[in-house]
Every structure is written in structure tokens, then in C-alpha cells.
């Protein structure tokens, strides 16, 4: 029986159905990442242009309050908001509560949204 392999083969994509929890699990490792890079580039840019004067602030301020500016902040605010968001649902299963299916699916669902919703206020009581 050379060559002939008996083990159970691991399930792949192509097997697996995507589901909302699938989705939530990526977009949580990608608003992660979004944040360490792009986050942590605004962040020392902001804090550079404090110690470097008036003007590099005021350069600073410049472009964070241009259309495209805002566009890169409210995008970094939501995927800090999805973020926490989803790492609150993943440290509910953690604890061992919400791997009921309907319960899993619902907050899979309801992470996005709720991350959508935290933005839009935070946004409307920054430009109000």
C-alpha cells in the first residue's frame, strides 16, 4: 500500500459556504491591518507636525480638513469602530456565549451596522 493515503483531507474554500461569520472574521483582520498601517502613519504624522512648529501643523490641519482628508479619517474611524466592534463579538465567543447559529449569524450581521451607526454619530457631533 505505498503511495495510498488513508487520512481525512482538510476542508478547503471550495467546500465551505460563506457565511456572515466568515465575512466578520476577515473584515475584522482587515480593519486591523488598516488601522496599524494607515492609522499608525496619520498618527505620527499628526504627532510630527506637533513638535515641528506652526507651520507643519498648520499643513497638517490643512489636509486633514480637505474633502480628501476627511474621506481618510472617517474611513479610519469606521474601521476602528468595526474593529472593536468585532472584537467585542469575538471575546462574547470567547467567554463561551453566541455560537448558536441564529446567534452567531445575527451578530455577524449586526457588527457592521452597529459599526456604521457609531461612526455616523461620532462624525455628526465632530461637524456639528
Known sequence: MAGVNNRPLSPHLQIWRWGPA???SILHRVTGNALAFAGL?????????????EAAYAAFTAHATAWYGRVVLIGLSWAF????C?????FVLDIG???????????????????????VATWATILR
Open 41 to 53: 502613519g496619520l498618527l505620527l504624522w499628526w504627532l510630527g507636525s506637533l513638535v515641528s512648529g
Open 86 to 90: 468585532s472584537g467585542l463579538r469575538h
Open 97 to 119: 456565549a453566541g455560537f448558536e447559529l441564529k446567534s452567531n449569524n445575527f451578530w455577524s450581521v449586526i457588527t457592521p451596522i452597529i459599526a456604521i451607526v457609531l461612526t
Open 22 to 24: 466568515m465575512a466578520i
Open 81 to 84: 469602530f468595526s474593529h472593536m
